[in-house]
């Protein structure tokens, strides 16, 4: 049975409908007729709420001990733009086994250079720069179970 161009137009339609009020940046469904692929490619994914840490005071007559100083003890802040991983999943350097890295520590890289993939739900996902600079440090390695937000590499 062949579907009509009207037909799959309708439910695009009325998936794009669903995807508004629902709030999702992407859906993708497929079946042995049609594939359907709707978003954009890496929807930008928003930081979820910083969690509230609850306050406990002192029972009256205890004296706690003096708290060290964290902000003398913090590393310096580094320069350059830090990539974080839009997505949790796993951290691929290369296209495929074998192959060179995207990018080493020390490479030119610009932006819309891809950098490294991500493979979530077995798609792997490109990770693109959005800046232009030279790759400073790697923070991950090849294989490595990331998670949302997570620090990949530097750019300066």
């Known amino acids: 049975m062949q579907y ?3 037909e799959l137009l309708g439910a695009a ?3 794009i409908e669903l995807m508004k009020e629902s709030g999702l940046g992407y859906f993708r ?3 042995d007729k049609f594939e359907i692929e709707l978003g954009e490619k890496h929807p930008e994914m928003a930081a979820p709420p910083p ?3 609850p306050f406990m005071a002192a029972p009256q007559g205890v004296q706690l001990p003096p708290q060290p100083d964290l902000r003398n003890d913090c590393a310096p802040a580094q320069s350059g733009k830090v990539v974080t991983s839009p997505i949790v999943g796993t951290f691929y350097s290369s296209p495929s086994p074998g192959k060179p890295p995207f990018a ?3 490479k030119q890289v610009c932006k819309g ?3 490294f993939i991500i493979e979530s739900m077995k798609l792997m996902n490109e990770v693109t720069s959005e800046y232009d600079g030279a790759v400073a ?6 294989g490595e179970t990331v998670e949302f937000g ?3 590499m530097r750019i300066e």
């Open 4 to 6: 009509e161009h009207g």
């Open 13 to 15: 339609k009325e998936y």
């Open 29 to 31: 469904i497929k079946n």
């Open 51 to 53: 969690m509230p840490m």
């Open 104 to 106: 080493t520590v020390g």
């Open 113 to 115: 250079d891809v950098l």
């Open 137 to 142: 440090e790697i923070f991950v390695e090849d």
């Open 150 to 152: 997570q620090p990949i």
